[in-house]
């Protein structure tokens, strides 16, 4: 198979119902073309994104992971997305820590507008992804 | 007297006992005593010695218990967080013990308001295990024998029942392998300023030196335990000069110097492309034991917890989720006690991991965990 | 109904059994996506019992097919692949409940938008992604509860905040549809900013002649309990059933027995500027009435500058000053709340906006309104101050603390019509005078808007476009405005006689305040924040919380009617039905598992969940459903229903296969 040939990344991306989701929503309205990495994961609000859900999708086999909400202010919920980002600042130094490339772990503030936003990040984090190989967490024969 | 927050002073028990028995003056067992005896707490948290290396803690609402009870020990077996649970309860602790004992207050473990916490300098305390098998290599000695140590000059020494008395570098125990737990060697809080009063033998010089304790005020519970100590007669206290200060604070400056060089020493550079190997490689020996998070002074958890529910065996991670879990819970909330390590059976260095992610992540948001009653900073975000 | 019942009533106490429709959309995910091998691919997962592809899921005979394919293979759960749910969801939805299914136990798997439109010329990776999406639904679905929306009675009074001509419409129109309405006023008087000005535009009526019968109405009103010199203290409870506390300020006059007769301001003996009503112009004593229309006509002590010389306590006939009153506190409690608490106008002050504060003849627009209103401090008569001398020549800067980056981004939306209409009153009074209007941009939406100023060009008055540079005094007191006038790009010394700034509209600290007693959310202008900017404009956030007026961002005197009118409206929605309903995704705490340790209680914005008894407790009513506490819970005891931990875990894992 054709497809085969080229390895492609799987990428989890956690996504706030109201904004980046949305944002991916408009990606898709615009077709804005992306690689086939993405597999979006819907929360209500970015502030729901445990990193223990972020370690199992490496764990399970992730190649990178996005952590998305909506812009700082702009929270449904809030403020939901400030605590995402402390939290986030301390997932993102421990994983470095262990030895993860920070290519493979981004946050991202996608608007629901943002479409092309969505779309180039998704471009961008795959390309840098592709380069680096399979994640060295991934198991044995998954992908 | 008058006793202030932020006063240092000077004490010992006046009762001439007590103040010979216990180990600089008696000062800490005499405020203990007085905090039972005047009905300030129901209970005290004292460490029951058994023998030169082992001490349990217990609970106790018996004066005479408390006065019964050990001094200062530097093999010193667990943490004492998990034992201040409950009523109204005095305890000594070292600057980790009152660190645990903080974070346990921020989860509603303990009641802080009702928990007396008379800080212990420490520069670090030694495995009671280690420690014996320390004698016989190193000093050659038999621990039976041993009935008493001190610390001089960098030294460490022991005394045998016979009178003899034998000292050894720390600095060459350390380099053998023995001496201080490897988290003392880096653990940064020598003087418990986190605890209600701050007490130690460091500063006390002259004619008291070995004869009281000088100990630092540092809040208002700390205010009222002096006082009640002072009221009752069992203590007495002066304010210490501007030379016993001094000194107090080169010898914690020199215990610190110490903490940059052990510092630099264990936590040398993993290069990042090694780094995943590495770990996977420190947690390879694990068997699921779960008693570094029993041992913790910063879980309040039960069995059953995130770190523990969600954790597979059958999974085959790379790596496993609970230390995945508990990393990121103590990148936070960790206070470097050493407990961990301590306990685990398959000498993993548990602690040393967990400072690798703790330390530069807590001084990077400008939290130090146990300090203070401030919570970890994401669960500090307020309404903006 | 408690969770058991529902599980009774559900088809969930079997086995799941799911059924898969994969929707081509016609040609928008078939012509991409091979539909039929997703569906062959999803009936080999586990507990699939049927799946089929649609043609259009959503159309009718798509829904037909969902519910006989229910009915036909006694299924209890639903997944659909199709397009968003941000759409869509509620459609199917109500389609499996209406097949007896729990509305939560469909499951929408996006593989339009997340598919088969981004990835338009790689089919055989696009139908492979939509397997791996369906998978991680059909997995999800398994695991999900069926759920049940609350209902929460609803107290049938209201609580409006702030009594400006917002306030009072939507007081008033809540009162006439026959609910009760507290109507809390921190000034002594209502009628807000809009009684303060002169005449209004677009039509010049007087701005008081068309309050003042508006503000006697609602002081008439039945419905209406006014509470003026009032604040809001603290605000519990939610949607339907809040409990506020209001501070009754010491007016230290008896609202009962005072006939506002005036014969204690006469005999007191203090004066101080007029800041309250007349912007400083003019004077007022300490205690005084705070215009003659207000409503109540009630005299008030201003004990900050009292004597207790007892002058007014001898004066009044009916014995209704009470100099010792203090602040008294009554609790009432409400289903809906609706802040109308207004702006306060930008204070070019501490940055001497144009010379402002520097020099005697710049003023803002607001002192301009008392300056030429009739009942105004100077009687109508215009006058500068710093010679009480008649300006021949006036001129007006546009833009005053909007639409610049140093104060605020924001266009204030009615400087451009207020300064059209002050230079027409100004034109109209005094016909030899010059006025000239410095704008960037005029802004003239709405009706008869744009005729308003065409009719003061009609009049003479001059328009500059540009933004002056700078502005110096001469000796004699008159300005020197320095502007390019850029449609000629002629640098123009303008001397005048009176510099207008037409200021515009800021944040109040008061409504600062409510907002953050109530948790509104704040928009970055500082404003209130509605819950959608086009389709829930005077909603929060936060249930049975409305916002209207210039509480939510500058806007004129319609626009903020229309606003109080919406938030009635809105509001009373809740009133006349007498309940509300609560959002079905929301927290639970299991109580074997968790310790107590408080760490989720302040994640929660909403003030949702409290430690009570040694038990985290959760108000269902409260909680919106974001899910935030459950990170913070170390035990799992914790779980945002539909969103729960093991089912993300089982939706991630399989992101993935293992493959040779």
């Known amino acids: 198979m054709a497809d085969r040939k080229e390895w492609e990344p799987k990428i989890v991306a956690f996504c706030c119902n109201w904004c980046s989701y949305g944002g991916a929503d408009t990606a898709g309205m615009g077709r804005f073309q992306q690689p086939a990495s993405v597999r979006v994961v819907r929360v209500m609000c970015s502030g729901r994104i445990d990193p223990l859900h972020v370690f199992n999708a490496f764990l399970e086999g992730a190649d990178a992971v996005l952590v998305t909400g909506c812009h700082l202010g702009d929270c449904h919920y809030v403020n939901g997305n400030y605590k995402t980002e402390v939290r986030y600042q301390f997932l993102e130094e421990l994983m470095i820590e262990m030895g993860l490339e920070p290519e493979r772990l981004h946050l991202s503030w996608i608007s629901a507008s943002e479409g092309e936003k969505f779309a180039s990040f998704v471009n961008k984090v795959t390309t840098e992804v592709k380069k680096l190989g399979p994640s060295p967490l991934k198991p044995e024969g998954v992908n | ?384 | 109904m408690d969770q058991e019942e529902i599980i009774k009533d559900t088809k969930d106490a079997d086995e799941p059994r799911i059924g898969v429709f994969i929707c081509e959309c016609g040609v928008n995910i078939g012509g991409v996506v091979n539909c039929q091998d997703v569906a062959d691919y999803a009936g080999t997962l586990p507990n699939v019992v049927s799946s089929a592809v649609n043609k259009y899921a959503c159309s009718d005979s798509g829904q037909s097919e969902i519910k006989k394919a229910i009915e036909e293979n006694d299924l209890n759960r639903i997944l659909v692949a199709a397009c968003t749910p941000k759409t869509h969801e509620p459609i199917f939805r109500a389609c499996v409940e209406e097949a007896g299914i729990n509305p939560y136990l469909f499951e929408f798997v996006n593989i339009r938008e997340h598919c088969s439109w981004i990835h338009m010329k790689e089919q055989e990776k696009a139908t492979k992604k939509a397997q791996d999406l369906v998978r991680m639904g059909v997995f999800r679905s398994a695991q999900l509860d069926p759920l049940q929306s609350n209902e929460v009675p609803v107290t049938d009074k209201a609580l409006v905040i702030g009594a400006g001509v917002a306030g009072m419409q939507t007081a008033l129109d809540i009162a006439d549809m026959g609910y009760k309405v507290y109507l809390v006023e921190k000034n002594p008087s209502i009628g807000g900013k809009m009684a303060q000005l002169d005449k209004t535009f677009p039509t010049n009526d007087c701005s008081i002649c068309i309050l003042g019968p508006k503000m006697v109405e609602v002081a008439r009103n039945k419905n209406i309990e006014l509470m003026t010199y009032s604040e809001i203290d603290e605000v519990d409870g939610y949607v339907g059933n809040f409990n506020v506390k209001v501070r009754h300020k010491a007016r230290h006059v008896d609202l009962g027995t005072c006939t506002g007769c005036g014969l204690c301001v006469d005999k007191c003996p203090v004066e101080v500027p007029n800041v309250e009503f007349n912007e400083g112009i003019g004077t007022r004593k300490a205690i005084y009435v705070p215009f003659p229309q207000a409503v109540p006509l009630r005299a008030v002590v201003d004990r900050s500058v009292c004597i207790d010389c007892g002058a007014c306590v001898k004066a009044c006939n009916s014995k209704s000053i009470d100099l010792d009153q203090e602040d008294s506190i009554s609790e009432i409690e409400v289903g809906v709340i609706v802040v109308t608490a207004g702006f306060d106008v930008y204070d070019p002050e501490p940055t001497n906006d144009y010379g402002y504060g520097l020099y005697d003849n710049v003023i803002t627009g607001m002192e301009l309104e008392r300056l030429i209103n009739a009942s105004g401090p100077t009687m109508g008569k215009l006058v500068r101050p710093s010679d009480v001398k008649t300006p021949k020549r006036v001129g007006f800067i546009q833009c005053v603390g909007s639409r610049d980056k140093k104060s605020n981004r924001y266009c204030s939306s009615f400087c451009c019509m207020y300064a059209l209409k002050d230079a027409q009153l100004i034109k109209e009074k005094y016909p030899d005078s010059e006025v000239y209007i410095m704008y960037m941009d005029l802004r003239t939406p709405f009706r008869n808007y744009e005729e308003f100023y065409d009719r003061a060009r009609d009049m003479g008055i001059k328009f500059i476009r540009g933004k002056p540079g700078s502005v110096t005094e001469k000796d004699n007191g008159d300005m020197v405005v320095r502007v390019e006038d850029t449609l000629t790009t002629e640098v123009i010394d303008l001397d005048l006689d009176l510099l207008v700034l037409s200021v515009g509209a800021v944040s109040s600290e008061s409504n600062e305040r409510i907002r953050q007693i109530l948790k509104v959310s704040r928009a970055a202008d500082g404003f209130m924040m509605e819950a959608h900017p086009k389709l829930k404009p005077v909603d929060t956030t936060l249930d049975g919380i409305f916002i209207g007026g210039v509480s939510q961002g500058p806007k004129d005197i319609p626009y903020s009617v229309s606003q109080g009118s919406a938030c009635a409206a809105r509001a009373t929605r809740y009133l006349s039905q007498g309940k509300a309903i609560t959002e079905g995704i929301t927290v639970d705490v299991n109580d074997d598992l968790c310790v107590r340790c408080g760490m989720c209680i302040t994640m929660c914005p909403f003030q949702a969940l409290s430690l009570e008894d040694d038990k985290v407790n959760v108000i269902k009513a409260l909680c919106k459903g974001c899910g935030t506490c459950s990170v913070a819970c170390p035990t799992s005891a914790l779980e945002q229903s539909h969103f729960k931990n093991d089912q993300l875990l089982a939706q991630v894992r399989n992101v993935f296969t293992f493959e040779e």
């Not at chain 2, 790379?318 to 398959?346: A, E």
């Open chain 2, 1 to 384: 007297m008058n006793v202030n927050v932020g006063d240092k002073l000077l004490g010992y028990a006046t009762d001439p006992g007590i103040r010979n028995r216990g180990a600089s003056g008696g000062l800490v067992t005499a405020v203990l005593a007085a905090a039972l005896e005047r009905e300030l707490v129901e209970d005290v948290i004292v460490l029951k010695h058994i023998n030169e290396y082992e001490a349990v803690p217990i609970i106790t609402d018996d004066v005479d218990e408390v006065l019964a009870s050990t001094g200062s020990m530097h093999t010193v077996p667990v943490n004492l967080a998990k034992h201040a649970t409950g009523k109204k309860v005095a305890m000594p602790g070292k600057p980790c013990d009152v660190r645990g004992v903080i974070e346990q207050a921020k989860r509603n473990e303990i009641d802080i308001e009702n928990t007396y916490i008379i800080g212990l300098n420490c520069g670090g305390t030694m495995h009671p295990v280690l420690t014996k098998e320390m004698l016989i290599n190193m000093y050659e000695l038999d621990p039976e024998d041993v009935v008493g140590e001190k610390i001089d000059k960098g030294k460490l020494f022991f005394k045998t029942q016979d009178g003899e008395e034998k000292g050894i570098s720390i600095d060459d125990l350390e380099e053998a392998g023995y001496g201080r737990r490897e988290s003392c060697r880096y653990c940064d809080v020598k003087i418990p300023v986190n605890a209600d009063i701050a007490c130690g033998n460091w500063g006390v010089v002259g004619e008291l030196a070995g004869k009281a304790t000088f100990c630092e005020v540092m809040n208002e519970k700390g205010v009222r335990l002096l006082e009640n100590a002072i009221e009752s007669g069992y203590i007495q206290v002066e304010q210490a000069g501007e030379k016993e200060i001094a000194i107090r604070e080169k010898v914690n400056s020199a215990m610190l110097g110490l903490v940059d060089k052990w510092t630099e020493k264990i936590f040398t550079d993993i290069p990042l492309q090694e780094r995943m190997k590495y770990y996977m490689e420190q947690f390879a020996d694990c068997i699921d034991c779960g008693a570094c998070k029993e041992a913790c002074p910063a879980c309040t958890c039960k069995e059953e917890s995130k770190c523990t529910m969600y954790h597979n065996l059958a999974d085959d991670y790379k790596m496993s989720m609970y230390h995945m879990v508990r990393l990121l819970h103590l990148s936070d909330s960790c206070v470097g006690c050493g407990q961990c390590s301590d306990v685990c059976p398959v000498d993993i260095p548990v602690t040393t991991i967990f400072r690798r992610f703790a330390d530069p992540a807590q001084k990077k948001h400008n939290y130090k965990a146990g300090m203070t009653l401030e919570r970890p900073p994401f669960l500090e975000v307020m309404l903006k």
